[in-house]
């Protein structure tokens, strides 16, 4: 059993920052890649950044220049800094690992809701 737990989500008004964390435990191994990301009520699940075992990273447009994803493999986690937060930053926002060996798994988190407003 693998799980995802996240953290760091709450209610910030706009320009604000936010922290979020998400931890694995359980039979995790040789986590590929890490993400976030957000569901908006109505709206589909989006990407809204991710961080590869190599350090690359990958950002939704919208977010750009205003959020950092790091992870740190060997805690199992990932974060992701938020700065600026705009009202269309509201949702759900879900963390997401990438790992295993030849045979790739996909773990999510619960989801923690984020809020900003205005």
């Known amino acids: 059993q693998v799980h995802l737990v996240e953290s760091g989500g709450g209610l910030v008004q706009a320009g604000g920052s936010l922290r979020l964390s998400c931890t694995a435990s359980?039979?995790?191994?040789?986590?590929?890649?890490m993400g976030w990301y957000r569901q908006a009520p109505g709206k589909q699940r989006e990407l809204v950044a991710s961080?590869?075992?190599?350090?690359?990273?990958n950002y939704a447009d919208s977010v750009k220049g205003r959020f950092t994803i790091s992870g740190d493999n060997a805690k199992k986690t990932v974060y992701l800094q938020m700065n600026n937060l705009k009202p269309e930053d509201t949702a759900v926002y879900y963390c997401?690992?990438?790992?295993?060996?030849?045979?790739?798994?996909?773990?999510w988190g619960q989801g923690t809701q984020v809020t900003v407003t205005s």
């Open positions: 961080i590869t075992s190599g350090g690359s990273t």
């Open positions: 997401n690992m990438e790992w295993g060996g030849p045979i790739r798994f996909r773990s």
């Open positions: 359980g039979s995790i191994f040789s986590i590929n890649a």
